[in-house]
């Protein structure tokens, strides 16, 4: 999925964050896509499934990908960023 910078200043759980993020961003995770598993994403970054559940549940907060319980993560719906004008 991607890759992460062990000599950045930069957090792993930021770095995480940010890399999803811009992957949504740019429509490389398209709205309902479902996210690896917490320790499946773990493996692939070499990191602990602590920092992946750390970055999952910020990513939530901030509404780009939600939790669908016993189904996983995934990348929200696209929202209307304005009503609609009859």
Known sequence: ???LTRDSPVALVDQICERVTQLVRHGQLPPGTRLPSIRKLARQVSTSPFTVVDAYDRLVARG???SRAGKGFFVTRSRLSAPLVA
């Open 64 to 66: 780009v990908i939600e």
């Open 1 to 3: 999925m991607f890759e």
